[in-house]
């Protein structure tokens, strides 16, 4: 069934109602693809981490990475990806690329009341394998991604416009192998031909007779004769007619219109967007500024959960039986760091060599001063990683 190709008025006159084409949904025609690339080096070079297919859809919301892209890009938030490695038991290394909001809700867990957040030992929801080393978050400004979308998409919609354009002009060019005039020449020679060749053949059919005996033997010499100029006319006709058509120069015939089907060229080149690398799941977890940008950059409020930590808030949830007093976040900022299984060992060890020390290699008479220094110390560390963990 034949089906009408748009021209490029009706293009022109559908884009020029809408100026930012990047708010319609992407025709299906269109490939797009997600580059994840390298912070820049000393100079100025970027490599490509991994190329993503936009058709590849997202196993938390079945939503292909395209339609989450435009999803974020129509909100005027950044779209995110997260790149997740996992391990086999043979050490092979695996990559999963996932939306950024959604991978973050099983790499952590809040602890609201408490103002924590924890980094849990994930699996990869994909193959089921423990995630291993860092978690590396890339992003696409929208104001950039609008750009890009603007610049390559009238690009690749023109380009499959003019390439079936140009493809059914060709097929009706070569489909006419002959004018109505080489058709009406071929004809005339060949009604020349065979009335010549039907005297020729007559007038060898009936001879002048003049010998009695030759009479009985007529009858049978003409129906031979009629039956060899049946099979000669054939001949001629169909050695005539394959000669004109051999020799005929025709500059718009061509073998493949005739044995192979006409190839359309319809691939256009892909919509390229490159996100760029910022930041890692550890600055997530340390520092309130990662995490108030993904906040931010949310398309949905359920995506809020993971950045509504308690120290935020300003205020704090009173104790059943107990009045309510002002929230300090510095002393939940304490409390959390002392949580920490990391920091509980650190003090143990601490502890230790300190009691040693003072035991075995400080004089009687500095045993006091020494240990003020150690305890102040020790304090210092504390108070050092209550601000580093809390920013």
């Known amino acids: 069934m034949y089906m009408p190709i748009p021209t490029n008025e009706k293009i022109i006159e559908t884009r020029s109602k809408d100026t930012e084409p990047w708010i319609k949904e992407l025709p299906s025609s269109v490939p797009v693809k997600f580059r ?52 086999d038991e043979s050490g092979k290394l695996f990559y999963s690329i996932y939306q950024a909001h959604h991978i973050n809700k099983v790499l952590f867990r809040t602890q609201p009341e408490e103002g924590l957040l924890h980094r849990m030992k994930a699996r990869n929801p994909l193959n089921n394998m423990t995630v291993v080393g860092d978690v590396h ?54 009604r020349t031909t065979l009335k010549s060749s039907k005297d020729s053949a007559l007038s060898d059919l009936f001879p002048a007779r003049t010998m009695r005996k030759e009479k009985r033997h007529t009858r049978s010499r003409s129906i031979e004769k009629q039956c060899n100029f049946t099979e000669e006319r054939q001949s001629l006709l169909k050695v005539h007619a394959v000669s004109m058509i ?70 704090a949830v009173p104790m059943p039986d107990v009045a309510p007093a002002e929230f300090v ?41 020494v240990a003020f220094l150690l305890i102040f110390f020790l304090v210092f560390l504390v108070v050092l990683f209550t601000e580093c963990f809390s920013h």
């Open 137 to 190: 978050y890339y992003k696409i400004p929208s104001d950039l991604a609008k750009q890009a979308w603007n610049m390559q998409y009238n690009d690749s919609v023109g380009e499959i416009i003019q390439s079936s354009v140009r493809t059914e002009n060709q097929v009706k060019c070569k489909s006419k192998r002959f004018s109505s005039g080489d058709w009406e020449s071929l004809l005339d020679v060949s």
């Open 246 to 315: 051999d020799i005929r120069p025709n500059p718009y015939y061509s073998d493949e219109i005739s044995t192979k089907p006409v190839k359309v060229k319809n691939d256009p080149e892909p919509l390229t967007f490159d996100l760029e690398y910022f930041a890692t799941d550890d600055d997530f977890l340390m520092k309130s500024s990662i995490r108030e940008y993904f906040k931010q950059m949310s398309v949905e409020e359920n995506d809020y959960v993971l950045f509504t930590l308690y120290p935020s808030d300003q205020t």
């Open 36 to 87: 994840l690339m390298k912070t820049p080096d000393v100079e100025g070079t970027r490599d490509v981490v991994e190329s993503v297919d936009g058709s590849i859809e997202d196993i938390f919301t079945f939503e292909t990475f395209t339609s989450l892209f435009q999803m974020a890009i129509k909100a005027n938030k950044d779209f995110i990806l997260a790149r997740v490695t996992t391990q």
């Open 329 to 369: 976040p510095s002393l939940s900022n304490l409390y959390g760091v002392l949580r920490r299984k990391n920091i509980k060992w650190f003090v143990l060890i601490y502890l230790a060599v300190s009691s040693v020390v003072l035991n075995y290699v400080v004089p009687l008479q500095y045993v006091y001063l």
